[in-house]
């Protein structure tokens, strides 16, 4: 075997590796692999466009190779090797996401045959309120929401969005709570939105339907991120509710991150009778805290959706990008039973709306 031969078994090698390590890395807190991790989609993309482009190359060293006069065995081999394995690879990470739900259910589905027991809960980041009142009444009117979850939303937002349903279908059978919680802003001087007045991005928002019964706000586990607003019911029968924001996984907050996502997946170790935690928790399934979701189930994926993106809107596609907002509920109450992924205009993620079904 010739050195040049030698040195495409030990790229093969390596390449194949680190193909075989990202369909379950670890360090996914770490920089870069906490970014690269979220994008599962895209990595199924990669690899199997190198797998072609590898097999490509064993094609053309072998007909080479012919044409030479030696016609080799070995010639391409450790390409065709590698072009099987990122092919494979490739292919289990589109197999984890189907497995996890890529249903292009409607709204319909949701709204159709739902029982008087059963809570629609819809999921939003507004991107600072930049989302207007008219396109949310429409999507939470369309999806006949019980639970409306908003982080990056202040409880003003909520107010007028709750005045805006009351004009609807949806408002004509419930009345709106709104229940509000906001993080102090990690520099005290920033006063981009005036002195006195709250950056949305702070805030996390929710709105409780009157048809749940009456809630108070109760306060949350700290250490969560950005305002997490935490309700439960007044005379103890229902869902405890929570609407979670963490902190992003950027240069300079990846400490806020680790330790706001560790705070919210640890709800879940012991969470409250029929808990419904939604929001945007800038993490998917496959990031260390998500993975073992304890007592909490996805509703995203029991009713079929967990493997759609939720960001960024910008692929124009729900099969790429990362599903980082989610609705986890009380696996012993809560069962989801049918779900949609929704795009609405003038924000970067989109919409998770489940049913839940009373188990």
């Known amino acids: 075997m010739s050195r040049l031969q030698i040195a495409g078994w030990v790229l093969a090698a390596v390449i194949a590796l680190a193909a075989l390590i990202s369909i379950h890395p670890p360090l996914t807190l770490q920089p870069f692999i906490a970014q690269l991790v979220a994008m599962r989609s895209f990595m199924a993309v990669g690899w199997g466009v190198l797998g072609l482009l590898a097999a490509l190359v064993a094609i053309t060293l072998r007909l080479w190779d012919r044409r030479s006069g030696r ?15 990122l092919v494979l690879v490739a292919l289990t990470h589109g197999g984890i996401l189907v497995g996890r739900g890529t249903s292009m259910s409607t709204l319909a589905a949701i709204t159709d045959k739902s029982g008087q027991e059963d809570v629609t809960v819809l999921a939003l980041n507004t991107e ?27 409880a003003a937002y909520g107010e007028r969005l709750a005045a805006a349903l009351a ?17 102090p802003p990690l520099d005290p001087d920033d006063d981009t939105y005036g002195p006195g007045r709250i950056d949305p991005v702070d805030a996390t928002t929710m ?3 009157s048809r749940l019964g009456d809630y108070r706000q109760v306060e949350g586990p700290k250490g969560t991120g950005r ?20 902190y992003p996984p950027v240069p300079g907050y990846m400490t806020l991150w680790r330790t706001s996502l560790t705070g919210v997946a640890a709800i879940c170790q012991n969470p409250p009778d029929g808990l419904i935690l939604a929001g945007d928790l ?51 109450a809560w069962q989801g039973t049918a779900g949609e992924v929704i795009t609405v205009a003038r924000t970067d993620h989109r919409g998770v709306v489940v049913r839940l079904t009373a188990r």
């Open 71 to 85: 016609a080799s065995r070995r010639a391409g081999l450790s390409s065709a090797v590698l072009a099987l394995v």
């Open 128 to 154: 600072r309120e930049d989302v207007t009142i008219q396109d949310l009444t429409e999507a939470a009117n369309a999806a006949q929401a019980d639970v409306i979850i908003l982080p990056e939303t202040t």
């Open 167 to 183: 004009g609807t279908s949806l408002g004509a059978q419930a009345t709106f709570t709104v229940f509000s919680a906001v993080s």
């Open 207 to 209: 709105l409780v339907s």
């Open 227 to 246: 305002g997490l607003v935490m309700v439960e019911p007044v005379d103890g029968t229902g869902p405890v509710i929570a609407g979670a924001h963490t």
């Open 282 to 332: 800038n993490a998917t399934r496959d990031h260390g805290p998500l993975r073992d979701l304890h007592r909490c189930a996805s509703a995203g994926e029991q009713a079929g959706i967990g493997g759609l993106a939720t960001w960024p809107s910008t692929t124009d596609s729900t099969l790429m990008g990362a599903t980082i907002d989610h609705i986890l509920v009380d696996a012993a």
